[in-house]
């Protein structure tokens, strides 16, 4: 069984300081990584993965994404945060065993609110 | 168009009505999910099909009933719902070569059931 944790409903940041949203898994083999956002009304977009190499992962809008595997974890970083930054980010996990063809499974999302 | 288009956006509906939701991906992907997201809990994997196939059925109720007729079109044909099913359902595609491939969501239908 695989599982996804991210312990902050909400995160807090001043426009312009670094941010940081929070992720841990759980997979019995190793795991792919994913980070996604999602604005009001509309769907999931994809932001970066981590699969096998660097642990520092970097993806779209200047997020990044460091994959520890001693503490199991995944988190999102940005240097300098926007008020457009501000939506709703879910943390996912598969692990590398079986198809092709699973689905994600998704932690319950962190409201990051950036305040001007 | 690209990408993920769902159809409709919005979905409003009565305990014995029978509608479908409409998943069309353009992305040339060969794997389709979709998920179900409700308020404060996480997005649940309903069901999953590969090639056309169903690969995954995650002990949905039979009042929800999935058809795939190509690896382009996803349906979600709904009957007698309850209002516990209102929420927003998600339509997904992603390639099933290897595991590391992302999926490509849509912006979702928007599910109210009276």
């Known amino acids: 069984a695989q599982s996804v944790a991210q312990p902050e409903d909400q995160v807090n940041v001043a426009e312009g300081n670094p941010l940081t949203v929070k992720c841990t898994y759980s997979?019995?083999?190793?795991?792919?990584l994913f980070w996604y956002v999602q604005y009001p009304n509309r769907g999931l977009q994809f932001l970066l993965k981590?699969?096998?190499?660097?642990?520092l992962v970097k993806g779209s809008y200047g997020f990044e994404a460091e994959f520890n595997k001693s503490q199991t974890s995944f988190h999102l970083k940005k240097p300098s945060a926007l008020v457009s930054d501000s939506a709703l980010y879910f943390c996912a996990v598969r692990d590398d065993s079986g198809g092709g063809a699973d689905g994600l499974t998704f932690g319950k999302g962190t409201h990051l609110i950036i305040q001007p | 168009e690209t990408g993920v288009t769902q159809t409709p956006r919005h979905l409003v509906m009565g305990m014995t009505n029978k509608k479908s939701l409409k998943c069309e991906q353009h992305?040339?992907?060969?794997?389709m999910y979709w998920y179900k997201q409700s308020a404060k809990k996480p997005l649940e994997l309903m069901f999953v099909y590969n090639f056309k196939e169903q690969t995954e059925n995650n002990s949905v109720p039979s009042r929800f009933s999935p058809e795939c007729p190509n690896s382009s079109h996803l349906f979600l044909h709904l009957h007698t719902l309850q209002p516990e099913d209102s929420a927003l359902y998600l339509c997904?595609?992603?390639?099933?070569?290897?595991?590391?491939?992302?999926?490509?969501f849509g912006e979702g239908s928007r599910l109210t059931v009276l």
């Open positions: 997904a595609s992603s390639l099933s070569r290897g595991r590391g491939g992302e999926l490509f």
């Open positions: 981590y699969i096998t190499g660097d642990n």
């Open positions: 992305l040339g992907h060969n794997a």
């Open positions: 997979v019995s083999g190793n795991p792919y």
